[in-house]
């Protein structure tokens, strides 16, 4: 009796110990989640507090008089005297409307800095495609400059430094209280490519640069590495050339992105001439990169198709190709776009290979072609993120809210995808 005792009794010992070792890896596995989600709440946070004013641009509305006398300009459309004109000063003078005691030419040019460098271009084009506005008086909406946005948006925050001097300061007050200046939705972070001036800085330019790249990289990877996948899962023999390229493909996946940016240097710039900072050369370069993914990820998606399938396909008198187009492909196919979306949205966030093909170039404007200089999202946030000015700082982390955006969506239509398309058994 005492011996059934004891054994009973180290059989409950046994299994509190187990109970509390079970209770301790649920603890465990819960702390690193909830690390994780902290991290990533965290970094949200920052990106956040950090991006969301740069969805906000700081204006100046000011009825300018367009004086010919003024701005040493009789004939708008004589590029020789647009050259030689001062479009400055009608800025200078509807600003002075409102601050009547900046008399001297010293007070004059600490006004005129309040306006953005860009100003005077936007007065000029005006009056060229317009010349029938010189001598009126026009109400036009100025960028302000970056150091004026930065007081107006930041004020009293530690974390900026505000570089205007306290005459501007007090300026800049009495124009937001007359309404003079304000701000709305940063439309210009959506509309312009980049510039030197952040205020005028937008992301058109890198968006539409990512876009044609990211065709580029689905035209070639996407048929290459289905048809890949269909032919090493469906038709090649089982041999050790296969194995080596099977070995081969799952080793590439897991190769440092920046050594196909050395391949893309070496070959398609090197070798075949092609020129840097395009988004053929960048979309090439991604395909290299992504189609390891989309290989791995479709032969996944083919075995998992049942093999009676393929049996009752071939039972009816169907051909191993009509199997495999008419039956395999299309039941895989949800696992193959799901994997090819992935496979994009990681190519879509990729930096350290574009760099090395030279898209890190300073891009004004927006392409318009495959052969366009073109930069893209994620090396356009570098650049800003590498720039010591508040404004940039501000640009790189709005950039990068979007460009999450896109990802999210991309994982999200990949999940959608399959939901939709896939077939249970």
Do not use: C
Request: aromatic content about 8%; cysteine-free.
């Amino acid at each position: 009796m005492s011996d059934q005792s004891s054994q009973a009794e180290i059989v409950r010992n046994s299994l509190k110990r187990r109970y509390r070792k079970e209770r301790r890896f649920r603890l465990y596995g819960m702390v690193a989640i909830f690390i994780a989600l902290g991290s990533l709440f965290i970094l949200f946070a920052d990106i956040i507090g950090k991006g969301h004013t740069g969805f906000i641009k700081t204006t100046i509305t000011l009825d300018v008089t367009l004086d010919s006398e003024m701005m040493y300009l009789d004939d708008p459309t004589d590029e020789d005297q647009r050259s030689m004109a001062d479009f400055v000063a009608p800025i200078i003078d509807a600003l002075q409307d409102h601050i009547p005691e900046a008399e001297t030419a010293a007070e004059k040019r600490e006004l005129g800095r309040l306006v953005g460098n860009y100003a005077a271009s936007e007065v000029r084009d005006l009056l060229e495609n317009n010349p029938d506005l010189l001598n009126t008086t026009q109400t036009i909406e100025f960028l302000a400059h970056d150091r004026v946005s930065t007081y107006v948006k930041h004020a009293g925050n530690p974390r900026y430094s505000i570089k205007l001097s306290e005459q501007q300061q007090r300026w800049v007050d009495e124009l937001v209280e007359k309404g003079v200046i304000d701000t709305s939705f940063n439309d210009v972070l959506f509309s312009r490519g980049d510039s030197r001036e952040p205020s005028n800085a937008g992301i058109l330019g890198a968006i539409v640069g990512s876009l044609l790249t990211m065709l580029v990289t689905l035209a070639i990877a996407f048929p290459v590495g289905i048809a890949a996948a269909v032919y090493l899962e469906e038709f090649a023999p089982q041999n050790k050339f296969t194995d080596f390229i099977e070995v081969n493909i799952n080793n590439l996946a897991a190769v440092p992105s920046i050594i196909f940016g050395l391949l893309g240097l070496a070959v398609f710039i090197g070798l075949f001439g092609m020129p840097r900072s395009v988004p053929v050369v960048g979309g090439m370069v991604l395909a290299l990169m992504t189609l390891p993914t989309i290989i791995i990820s479709s032969r996944a998606a083919i075995k998992s198709v049942p093999p009676s399938i393929r049996e009752a396909a071939e039972g009816v008198g169907a051909s191993k190709m009509q199997v495999v187009l008419h039956h395999v492909i299309p039941l895989a196919m949800p696992g193959m776009l799901t994997g090819t979306i992935i496979g994009m949205a990681q190519a879509l966030g990729e930096t350290a290979p574009l760099l090395l093909i030279g898209m890190v170039a300073f891009i004004v404007d927006v392409p318009t072609g495959f052969f366009d200089s073109a930069t893209v999202l994620p090396v356009q946030i570098y650049l800003w993120a590498s720039s010591s000015e508040q404004g940039f700082i501000e640009l790189a982390s709005a950039a990068i809210m979007v460009l999450l955006t896109f990802m999210i969506s991309m994982n999200a239509l990949a999940i959608w995808l399959r939901k939709r398309l896939e077939r249970r058994w």
